[in-house]
């Protein structure tokens, strides 16, 4: 019985509440699809000794569009804030991707720029990537 007690207590010293907010908007823009959204979450938990918080905040965009008759670019741009009891991290990052189509094979190029950063430390990352599919189509 005394056991059932004490975790009882527990139980009505903790609480949990969060907080979500998200907006995005599309627009056709110079024959392209612009898309922007920004999140926001909170989250805080609350114990009998520890308390614990949590904000994160993300911004990002997006166009595509064509640039000829079978080449398309993406461009992505994004940065999330988050900051967690006090430990602040933002990590932003660009992206630039092209496509081209020719009947059943597929060629792409992307480049990619991130930044990472936390309270004392900051990463880079570059990369360049290509990419050459096929597709095989069988008729029976």
């Not at 010293?13 to 599309?26: P, T, W």
């Not at 360049?128 to 189509?137: D, K, L, M, W």
Request: proline share 1%; no cysteine; net charge positive.
């Amino acid at each position: 019985m005394h056991d059932k007690k004490s975790t009882n207590n527990y139980d009505e010293n903790r609480s949990n509440s969060s907080k979500k907010l998200g907006m995005s908007h599309d627009r056709i823009v110079s024959r392209g699809r612009l898309n922007g959204s920004v999140a926001y979450s909170t989250s805080k938990s609350k114990s009998i000794n520890i308390k614990h918080r949590t904000f994160n905040l993300v911004f990002s965009a997006n166009y595509e569009r064509p640039l000829f008759a079978r080449i398309m670019w993406k461009a992505t741009a994004s940065t999330a804030i988050r900051d967690n009891n006090g430990l602040q991290s933002t990590a932003s990052s660009i992206e630039n991707s092209f496509k081209y189509r020719l009947r059943v094979w597929s060629l792409s190029a992307t480049h990619q720029y991130r930044i990472r950063s936390q309270s004392n430390s900051k990463s880079a990352e570059n990369r360049i990537t290509f990419n050459i599919s096929r597709r095989f189509i069988r008729v029976f």
